[in-house]
């Protein structure tokens, strides 16, 4: 089965300063999706950001991105100008091309201070 | 659309009670996946239905859990007996497909006592 690590159980970061979340997985596919969810005090999961593994260019949306480095199974997540309500647990997620299962990491809470 | 809606958002029982957690499914979406989330084991898939029939059932942790899909627009997740282990959030979720986009709903907050 493959496993996603999140080695950062705690980050922290000042409003409109830059953050990076770390995740890495395990697997043996050459073919997978990869995905950051934001679980706020709400407990909703909201779906940040999904990077394709066979594409080679990093997924942007808006204040987020992602440095994917597929030969390293790193997938870390970039929160430029941090806002207080980015503050949230966010997790890391891999899902095979071939599967349906999300396997998640045990997330990463981002406090956000003024 | 409202979105995966599930109720009751917290449920409060006693060991040894039966629990109900319910879920209705964004239109349209023919995948529906019940998670459990724990501080210990995070977030965990229990069943994935696929078109009303339950594909995966491997992550049901012992016969006390059951599920049930008897349209596309509702689903069961019954504990019986329930036990205080069992206390958790319950996620409900969809997806247009079996590869599509994930839409979780609120959860459900079980507390066993």
């Known amino acids: 089965a493959q496993t996603v690590t999140q080695s950062q159980p705690e980050m922290s970061v000042q409003e409109a300063e830059t953050v990076t979340l770390s995740c890495t997985y395990d697997?043996?596919?050459?073919?997978?999706?990869l995905f950051w969810y934001k679980q706020p005090p709400s407990r909703q999961m909201i779906l940040v950001i999904r990077q394709e593994a066979y594409k080679q260019q990093n997924a942007t949306e808006n204040r987020f991105s992602v440095n994917f480095q597929k030969a390293a199974k790193s997938f870390s997540l970039k929160i430029s100008d941090s806002q207080l309500g980015d503050a949230a647990m966010y997790f890391c997620?891999?899902?095979?091309?071939?599967?349906?299962?999300?396997?998640f990491g045990k997330g990463t809470s981002l406090l956000v201070t003024p | 659309d409202a979105g995966v809606i599930q109720s009751p958002r917290h449920e409060v029982t006693e060991m040894g009670q039966e629990v109900t957690l319910r879920c209705k499914p964004i239109s349209g979406h023919n995948s529906l996946f019940w998670y459990r989330q724990t501080m210990m084991r995070g977030l965990e898939l229990l069943i994935y239905?696929?078109?009303?029939?339950?594909?995966?059932d491997s992550g049901m942790p012992e016969d006390r859990f059951s599920a049930k899909m008897p349209n596309a627009s509702f689903s069961t997740l019954k504990i019986q007996p329930s036990e205080p282990r069992d206390s958790a959030v319950y996620f409900c979720?969809?997806?247009?497909?079996?590869?599509?986009?994930?839409?979780f709903g609120s959860g459900t907050q079980l507390s066993v006592l």
């Open positions: 997620a891999y899902r095979s091309n071939s599967g349906y299962a999300l396997n």
């Open positions: 979720a969809s997806s247009l497909d079996s590869m599509g986009e994930l839409f």
């Open positions: 239905f696929n078109n009303n029939v339950p594909i995966d």
């Open positions: 697997t043996s596919e050459s073919d997978y999706y």
